[in-house]
């Protein structure tokens, strides 16, 4: 599995891992944008209206059609957040070439589908067709309505937004709802040509292709022009004021308790290895504290684990508890930082965190998509190493260096949603 990066046009980049580990290819578009509100949900929308059809392709129906005779082609566009930067995906899974029945150029076939739909969506009057926008206005709208129906998840995106509120990272990927009942074709077309134009470019491709062949393609059939995109820098608070209280009251059994804190420390940082095993000792794996100590020998809570956003450096420790032990798991829970912090850490407990660790690493070259997500959180901190160079980088990190980086977290917000 060998790596390379190169430069097609100013702007815009590839990241190719050549590989024969897969019989698909996986290749990912990504338009980088800073994440703001008033343009979030626009980018969102996107993502939805541009999958209805093509110029030649008019319809969902005559674009499945011909994905299921490019043996059934997976395209896909969706939105994702990375720090505080928003990331507009096109993704295309596509049968390796060698395991066609005819040995058909199947990638070459799927990269010009790809840009197809990236080029050249349906529109009429000179933007996007109006009876599409209003349908996927209300789909989109349902789906953030629908957020709420995961009351874990909701509760760590909570903290988030009361963690940050100021920042741009308490924005919603998805998109706001009063925004999204404004839009209109003009806009988001008017958009769409904005990130055609002036977003950063990140394709990544993982795959038995030579980066070169997949460069041509791109050059052929995804046409961007070079660009000076916008800088797009993560803001990063290492301390906390106030800590932040804050409760939301909602028809629920089991306690959702979000711990919000500052990490100190991001992907950007050469130290993070060391964060990385902190993360997997205090919660990240089985036989960590979190779970060892709070979850099994106390029993105090359903779940509990540590969220993180590497790229951002804040953390959520997310739990479900019974509302009557929810402050007893709050302090249990702090009370296992503590521990770290002052040294109390096993012989069997480090062992144990840093084959686990070493494990995670690579199990990400397990998955194609494991692959691409791990080196683009990776380009938008600045770095390239790979998930082996990360889990020979394990065993060299120490006891003291954990108890250091652990002391570097503050306290920011503790939420709770609960009856």
């Not at 590839?14 to 590989?19: D, G, N």
């Not at 698909?24 to 944008?33: D, K």
């Not at 939805?48 to 997976?74: A, C, F, W």
């Not at 996007?128 to 995106?157: G, M, P, R, W």
Request: aromatic content about 8%; charged content about 25%.
């Amino acid at each position: 599995m060998t790596f390379e990066r190169s430069q097609i046009k100013e702007g815009v980049s590839l990241s190719a891992v050549k590989t024969n580990k897969f019989k698909t290819n996986l290749l990912t578009v990504n338009l980088l944008v800073p994440l703001r509100k008033e343009t979030a949900s626009l980018n969102s929308l996107l993502t939805d209206v541009i999958k209805r059809g093509t110029v030649h392709y008019p319809t969902m129906q005559s674009l499945n059609k011909k994905q299921d005779e490019l043996y059934s082609l997976g395209l896909a566009s969706y939105v994702q957040k990375r720090g505080e930067v928003q990331a507009v995906v096109f993704e295309l899974s596509a049968i390796d070439d060698n395991y066609t029945f005819d040995k058909t150029n199947l990638l070459e076939q799927s990269m010009q589908l790809l840009g197809e739909m990236i080029f050249n969506p349906i529109t009429e009057n000179g933007v996007f067709v109006a009876d599409y926008v209003a349908q996927e206005k209300k789909n989109l709208i349902d789906s953030i309505k629908a957020q709420i129906n995961n009351k874990t998840t909701y509760a760590i995106t909570r903290c988030h937004e009361v963690m940050c509120a100021d920042e741009p990272f308490s924005v919603n990927v998805a998109g706001d709802i009063d925004i999204v009942e404004k839009i209109t074709p003009e806009q988001l077309y008017a958009q769409y040509k904005t990130l055609l134009n002036t977003a950063a470019v990140e394709v990544l491709y993982v795959g038995s292709m030579e980066p070169s062949y997949i460069a041509e393609l791109i050059s052929k059939y995804l046409p961007f022009d070079a660009r000076k995109p916008a800088p797009m820098e993560t803001v990063v608070r290492t301390t906390a004021g106030e800590v932040k209280y804050h409760i939301d009251k909602m028809q629920i059994n089991q306690c959702k308790l979000s711990i919000g804190l500052r990490t100190g420390t991001t992907l950007k940082d050469k130290d993070y290895i060391k964060f990385a095993l902190f993360n997997e000792l205090f919660g990240g794996s089985p036989s960590s504290k979190l779970f060892m100590n709070v979850r099994e020998k106390k029993s105090l809570c359903y779940y509990c684990q540590p969220i993180v956003e590497a790229v951002k450096g804040v953390m959520v420790i997310a739990s479900g508890v019974d509302i009557k032990n929810k402050d007893t798991t709050f302090e249990a829970i702090m009370e296992q930082l503590k521990d770290i912090q002052n040294g109390n850490i096993s012989d069997a407990e480090l062992r144990d965190a840093r084959k686990s660790l070493e494990n995670f690493y690579r199990e990400i070259t397990d998955s194609p998509a494991s692959i691409c997500s791990w080196y683009l959180a990776r380009i938008i901190a600045g770095r390239a190493d790979s998930p082996e160079e990360a889990a020979k980088l394990v065993n060299a990190v120490t006891k003291q260096d954990i108890i250091d980086i652990s002391k570097k977290l503050v306290l920011d917000t503790v939420y709770s949603l609960e009856a």
